[in-house]
């Protein structure tokens, strides 16, 4: 019986890369205009490059940058760079669709939810707030609490702690196969994969269930539940 289900939240609840390459792209185009040099194309694969290299939630890459760049930090193209990603940020962080539908099935159904996440605790509340979803969430788990990211054990055996349940009562839904099934299933914990919220073309995710949906996972849980026929 399921009792429980984490959620990554990035490519998860929210389409994340989406939101992630518009904003690159507007924070390129505020440094070039406060004088930044170099050609745009070639600028924002140096900073995507960056992100895949040191982690989509790397805080200081525009200071990295501009040191390479540079040999130093100026602080009107960081700023101007600043400015333009959070605009553009905030106007395009969405949810995937049926994800607050999902939701409000999960408290119906007396389902128990956290978030764990590898952003700052700062960002993913203020990412959860901003999008209505602290409604829904009481306690999240993030890599600051540990020192660790996934697909480390230890935030995930915290979430079983938060939610009040045993591995095998509980589902993880995320988007990253080597990071949120890998670590689930590390902790004892059933897997979901959000197929839809790939940006790796994986092939296998080795997870128990693939979903296509957000909404796919009530349907899992009533099944597991018995509250559908088999």
Avoid: C
Wanted: charged share 30%; hydrophobic share 40%.
């Amino acid at each position: 019986m399921i009792k429980g289900v984490i959620f990554d939240i990035d490519n998860t609840l929210t389409d994340f890369m989406k939101m992630k390459l518009t904003a690159v792209d507007a924070a390129v185009e505020g440094m070039m205009d406060a004088g930044l040099p170099g050609a745009k194309d070639d600028l924002v694969k140096e900073f995507l490059d960056h992100y895949w290299k040191e982690g989509i939630e790397d805080q200081k890459i525009f200071d990295k940058i501009l040191k390479v760049k540079l040999g130093h930090i100026d602080y009107k193209i960081l700023a101007s760079g600043i400015l333009a990603y959070r605009r553009s940020k905030n106007g395009m962080m969405t949810l995937y669709p049926r994800v607050n539908q999902t939701l409000i099935e999960l408290m119906k159904l007396g389902i128990s939810r956290t978030v764990i996440s590898d952003a700052p605790k700062m960002e993913v509340w203020l990412r959860i707030v901003s999008l209505g979803l602290h409604h829904y969430f009481d306690e999240i788990i993030t890599s600051e609490d540990f020192g660790v990211k996934k697909p480390d054990p230890k935030p995930f055996r915290r979430a079983l702690e938060v939610l009040g349940t045993r591995g095998e009562e509980t589902l993880m839904i995320g988007d990253w196969p080597d990071r949120d099934i890998k670590g689930a299933k590390g902790a004892g914990i059933r897997t979901v994969w959000a197929k839809y919220g790939d940006t790796f073309g994986t092939k296998e995710s080795g997870a128990e269930f693939d979903i296509n949906d957000i909404y796919d996972v009530v349907g899992i849980i009533k099944k597991e539940n018995g509250l559908v026929a088999a």
